[in-house]
């Protein structure tokens, strides 16, 4: 295996231990009380939970109210968890989700993840005797386009609450008014594809007070466009109050902001994808937090050649050279050990046929393009990641969409998985990387995996996101 010295590979070592006795780890205490409440908050479903997490970043964010990091601070939102029954019963709760789920061409649902994902909340609103009103885009639709209507969801939604859901055929109107007044207690009224209004996306504030008439509080659960400002995720809050996060949403803000801000170290980045420009913030936020940073996919030729390596026919980016050099002279400042795979796949050509070799970084052929890790630095990632106690993975190690390059990323998912079996907080970043992890079949493995792309990496780049902007905040808990 070739040592982390070799050329291709920066291993930035922190020369003391400054770094890590400067970021003190967070005990919180167990007291019963403490410990029911973020858990409510957090909503957990799946096989993957970890309280102890929960506690830490729960009492960690609220405990630096007004002094900690503003990404942290200005998304301490209040949850429909801490809503009672009383604030709930009766009351007619307009629930904005993300149920932008794939259909085949019979209109038959492929992957139901986001619908799951939002049956918490809505099962929490109805048990308490509200009467939801959920409203959802699909697709992109130019105006009314009936092959992006939500009615080929109601079965399956309808099949996982246990209750009979209403569709309306609009999301606004005189009609949609009435079956909302018909509503009982514990009822789901599901509204049309609020994106059939180009309103929508304007945040016109007529059709957001339009959409927020029809109820008496909000509930935003729909991560996937919280990093949108449009009327149904942003606009209605001004109409409607309380405005509050739902469960999912509470549980990607206490991972992706919480988790990551104050891990449980050592902590691990693994950031992939074919280009530099699309992950420069991602990069340069993660690199101010993490311990370990290890990059793949096809931005590596970029470093690489910023090092002045050969890169064959590898995808660079010329423009971003510089700033590849600067990223890597910022992790050795930052004491933040920095891997780059030491050896690559390299193929004749992008095509899931083409011919293949396993090439040391340092010497890849002219003609030939790197199109994932290679096997010693698989190992090498593995060993670095046995060290951690948190770790985030966003974007893929390869082109694992073709089988012959697809080792590297499979080979980090299920790494993962180990880990989180043996107690590692696992968040996989959205996008490809929760692709990878369904395609592994080690999804449920993991600590957290993210319903958002591109909120997702909004969020690690350190945004605000003005659907969660626009939610009450929550009242601090004393700790």
């Known amino acids: 295996m070739a040592s982390a010295a070799t050329p291709g590979s920066l291993s930035f070592l922190p020369t003391t231990s400054s770094r890590t006795t400067s970021r003190n780890r967070y005990t919180p205490s167990l007291s019963t009380a403490f410990l029911r409440t973020p858990l409510r908050r957090l909503g957990f479903s799946s096989v993957a939970i970890d309280p102890l997490l929960s506690l830490h970043v729960a009492a960690k964010t609220r405990s630096i109210q007004g002094k900690g990091v503003k990404g942290v601070v200005s998304m301490v939102k209040k949850s429909v968890g801490d809503l009672t029954a009383s ?42 005797g509200a009467k939801v009103i959920l409203s ?17 969801l109601v079965p399956r939604i309808s099949e996982l609450l246990g209750i009979k859901v209403e569709k309306a055929d609009d999301c606004i109107g005189p009609d949609v008014e009435k079956l909302v007044a018909a509503l009982p207690e514990g009822g789901v009224l599901l509204l049309e594809n609020v994106r059939f209004y180009k309103e929508e996306e304007k945040n ?11 109820a008496d509080l909000y509930v935003n659960d729909a991560f996937g466009t919280a990093h949108r400002a449009h009327a149904s995720t942003e606009g ?7 405005s509050v996060a739902g469960f999912l949403l509470q549980k990607e803000l206490d991972y992706l902001v919480g988790a990551v801000s104050n891990p449980k170290r050592p ?66 400042a930052l004491g933040v050990s920095l891997l780059l795979p030491t050896d690559v796949v390299v193929a004749d050509k992008f095509a899931p046929d083409a011919n293949t070799q396993i090439v040391p970084a340092s010497a890849i052929p002219d003609g030939w393009m790197g199109l994932d890790i290679g096997p010693d630095s698989i190992k090498t990632f593995n060993a670095a990641l046995d060290t951690t106690k948190t770790v985030i993975w966003n974007g893929p190690m390869g082109v694992f969409e073709f089988e012959k390059f697809a080792a590297g990323t499979e080979a980090v998912a299920n790494k993962l998985a180990e880990l989180s079996g043996k107690g590692v907080t696992t968040i996989i970043g959205g996008g490809d990387s929760v692709a990878a992890v369904e395609k592994v079949g080690v999804a449920e493995l993991m ?13 690690l780049e350190g945004k605000q996101l003005p659907g969660v902007l626009a939610l009450d905040e929550a009242v601090p808990v004393p700790v």
């Open 447 to 459: 600590s957290h995996i993210s319903t958002g792309g591109g909120a997702s990496l909004e969020l």
């Open 236 to 242: 209605v809050t001004k109409f409607l109050k309380p």
């Open 204 to 214: 016109d504030p007529e059709f957001a007070q339009k959409l927020a008439s029809l």
């Open 267 to 332: 902590f691990a980045a693994i950031v992939g994808g074919s280009k530099v420009s699309s992950k420069i913030g991602v990069i340069e936020s993660l690199l101010a937090k993490c311990d370990i940073l290890l990059l793949g996919g096809g931005m590596i030729f970029t470093f690489y050649k910023a090092q002045g390596l050969s890169v064959g026919s590898s995808l660079v980016e010329e423009d971003k050279i510089e700033l590849a050099t600067s990223l890597l002279e910022k992790a050795k």
């Open 87 to 128: 604030d709930l019963k009766g009351k007619k709760v307009f629930v904005r989700a993300d149920l932008n789920v794939p259909l085949d061409d019979n209109q038959n649902i492929t992957d139901d993840t986001r619908i799951r994902a939002a049956i918490p909340t809505i099962k929490h609103l109805i048990s308490n």
């Open 136 to 152: 959802s885009h699909l697709g992109r639709p130019k105006g009314v386009t009936p092959k992006f209507s939500l009615t080929p």
